[in-house]
């Protein structure tokens, strides 16, 4: 049926009348511009960034500096020793960092076994650091930045969405407005050549009145325009062509698009993933009370002293590293409490979410019902009016009326026309609406 209904009167017209850049040019230009497209873009991108560190096995994290031995010491005949070390953290595998270590040293004036001095680099061991704490929240932690990323996905989507709406409604806009204001305006002139050649006074005093409601009128167009500035540059006929364009676009993108399980919505599960991570915190509602080590497991190889025995090179270390807190003021109760509550409250945001969208959604469609029935009652409202201005044509040519009545007549056939165009604007309005909430981004783009 929306087939039928897009075939607008003037679309004809429109689609020829100009060879102005596209609607998605528009679009695009205005997402460059839009704060907060710009801002989720970069929430995005850290979320992502965050998500790899656990999703990725093999994340390299390499340093090289002083450490923490004496770095790099100068004297008056200039650099006379310095310390470096070169760390990598290689792996994260189930909660467990897998590094490696390599410290080396620069003496410029060691002294040798027969008094001599020589400059000295030396690499003495090489290390590997396994370390993790005993009990490791690692898949939890995984869980909620993964339900990050989707949420920060899930809102650039939607900052997208806005844009690409606020973008039709402005064209939307813009051009009811601009054919409002040059009606306003005319009859703002008949009213006051009406008002002039009045000799009753009732009636100049009733065309007065017609003329100050209309002067209103144009005005409060006028304070509408100021709000569409930024279009100043498109003209009349750009406009036409953009507004053609959305006419044609977007049925066919409500037509194609396939209305995504709410379930399937970034946003619901990231809440799913946030209550699961949620769920496993609760699990070690104990963990705030009892010590959690941190375990580091160092093997090392000795590669300055190569005259020892190849097995007598390997050494290796376990450090443990462990707080317990003996008295607090109740921060360990609180968070074992928060602990168990942040679940509920998971389950009752997850749950209370679905129940507001389904019924969100399904109010979006009758909303789209309301708009179709409005839209037909103005398509009548339209042929009657268009019906009568004909007629007062006729009659115009055969001397029956007035050359104010008929413009006044071409002047409410045009409004009832705008008043259509805009029934009908409003029914693409909502389906926009609905795709916002049912489909990822706008026309796939």
């Not at 002294?111 to 030396?122: H, I, L, R, T």
């Not at 306003?184 to 009406?194: A, G, M, Q, R």
């Not at 007062?392 to 055969?398: A, D, P, R, T, V």
């Not at 006044?408 to 705008?418: G, P, Y």
Request: glycine share 4%; charged share 30%; net charge negative.
């Amino acid at each position: 049926m929306i087939r039928t209904i897009v075939l607008f009167p003037l679309l004809a017209f429109i689609l020829i009348s100009s060879g102005f850049g596209s609607f998605w040019e528009l679009y695009t230009e205005n997402l460059k511009e839009d704060i907060t497209f710009q801002q989720q873009s970069l929430r995005l991108m850290s979320a992502e960034q965050g998500y790899k560190q656990y999703e990725d096995f093999f994340q390299p994290y390499v340093t090289f500096g002083t450490g923490k031995g004496n770095g790099m010491i100068f004297n008056e005949e200039g650099l006379k020793s310095s310390s470096f070390g070169l760390n990598a953290n290689l792996l994260h595998v189930f909660g467990t960092d897998i590094g490696l270590s390599i410290p080396f040293s620069y003496v410029k004036d060691r002294k040798s076994s027969n008094g001599e001095s020589q400059e000295d680099f030396k690499i003495e061991n090489i290390s590997m650091n396994i370390s993790r704490d005993l009990i490791s929240e690692d898949n939890a932690d995984k869980l909620q930045k993964k339900a990050d990323m989707l949420s920060a996905s899930f809102t650039l989507n939607q900052a997208a969405w806005t844009v690409f709406i606020g973008t039709v409604k402005s064209i939307f806009d813009i051009r009811y407005n601009r054919e409002l204001l040059l009606l306003y305006e005319k009859k703002s002139d008949i009213y006051s050549e009406l008002m002039e050649e009045a000799t009753d006074s009732d009636n100049r005093r009733n065309y007065e009145k017609m003329y100050l409601n209309a002067e209103k009128l144009r005005i409060g167009v006028e304070s509408i325009m100021l709000e569409l500035s930024k279009y100043e540059v498109l003209t009349d006929e750009d406009v036409d062509s953009i507004y053609g364009e959305i006419l044609l676009l977007i049925p066919d993108m409500y037509e194609n698009s396939v209305e995504k399980d709410i379930f399937l919505r970034n946003d619901i599960r990231s809440l799913a993933l946030s209550k699961q991570a949620a769920e496993e915190k609760a699990e070690l509602w104990f963990l705030p009370y009892f010590p959690n080590p941190h375990l580091t497991f160092t093997p090392s190889f000795n590669v300055a002293d190569p005259e020892l025995d190849f097995e007598d090179r390997f050494s290796w270390s376990l450090s443990v590293q462990c707080d317990m807190t003996l008295f607090d003021r109740g921060e360990m109760e609180s968070e074992s409490i928060s602990r168990k509550g942040n679940a509920e409250i998971k389950k009752l945001e997850y749950s209370q979410k679905t129940d507001s969208l389904e019924k969100k959604i399904e109010s979006l469609h009758l909303e789209e019902k309301k708009s179709m029935l409005d839209y037909e009652i103005k398509q009548i409202d339209y042929q009657i009016v268009k019906e009568s201005y004909e007629r007062n044509q006729k009659l115009y040519k055969k001397g029956y009326i007035t050359q104010n009545d008929m413009k006044l007549s071409e002047i409410e056939f045009i409004q009832k026309k705008l008043d259509y165009e805009k029934a009908f604007q409003q029914l693409l309005m909502d389906k926009l609406n609905i795709m916002k909430e049912t489909v990822d981004t706008p026309g796939g783009y």
